[in-house]
């Protein structure tokens, strides 16, 4: 099984839209949870920290399940900006590296 | 705003040559990563440092590869002998005084494996 599994995509959604990814891990040992957004050839950015008790950023909420062991983004009033592929990536207690999913992939269109 | 720089952006190379990759972190940070991405696929953790060591590594990161901290601006990772393989983006990223801070990322080394 996958550490951290993401449906592929890709979203297609029209500006405006609401949009939402989900995530799964699978380490019960996992610490904390991120998103990041890379766009095409370039590297990942921290888009946001993801908390227990869920947090927004703007038009981003993130939230988390860790009973499920599942971590989900929401960005609603899409913009053509936001295309971009959306990571999730975890981090083991007591372990420095990121775990990255294989990202899931918007694409907004006017 | 401060952020994580790399060069060269591109690199081709023939396998079997030696690769060094640089990196300048961001100037008060302690912690130090690479990673690297293959064409199409995840981005994979290769090896974290700190303290003029390395911290923890991945099983990718074999006798091929090497870290250093040359002085203290630079960060840099050497594969030792290429493989065609070895072909990927390569970021490097920093954070700051503790290993559960934000990792920034560098924009990375293109390197082409011939």
């Known amino acids: 099984r996958k550490e951290v599994e993401q449906d592929p995509g890709p979203f297609n959604v029209p500006e405006g839209a609401t949009v939402a990814f989900n995530c799964t891990y699978s380490?019960?040992?996992?610490?904390?949870f991120f998103w990041y957004r890379q766009d095409c050839r370039k590297e990942p950015k921290l888009l946001m920290s993801?908390?227990?008790s869920g947090n927004e950023d703007g038009r981003f909420t993130a939230q988390l399940n860790r009973a499920s062991q599942y971590i989900s983004l929401l960005i609603r009033d899409s913009k053509l900006s936001d295309s971009a592929t959306y990571l999730c990536?975890?981090?083991?207690?007591?372990?420095?590296?990121?775990?990255f999913g294989s990202g899931t992939r918007l694409l907004v269109r006017p | 705003e401060p952020e994580v720089t790399q060069t060269p952006s591109h690199q081709v190379t023939q396998m079997g040559q030696e690769v060094i990759l640089r990196c300048v972190p961001i100037?008060?940070?302690?912690?130090f990563y690479w990673y690297r991405q293959i064409l199409g696929q995840k981005v994979e953790f290769l090896v974290s440092f700190y303290n003029n060591e390395i911290s923890e590594k991945s099983e990718i990161f074999d006798d091929q590869f090497s870290v250093e901290r040359p002085d203290g601006s630079n960060f840099t990772l050497k594969i030792r002998s290429t493989k065609l393989e070895d072909s990927a983006m390569y970021f490097c990223?920093?954070?700051?005084?503790?290993?559960?801070?934000?990792?920034?990322f560098g924009p990375g080394t293109r390197l082409l494996v011939l």
């Open positions: 990536v975890v981090r083991m207690d007591s372990s420095y590296k990121l775990i």
């Open positions: 990223a920093s954070s700051g005084i503790s290993a559960e801070e934000t990792q920034y």
């Open positions: 100037s008060n940070h302690l912690y």
């Open positions: 993801v908390y227990s």
């Open positions: 380490n019960s040992a996992s610490q904390s």
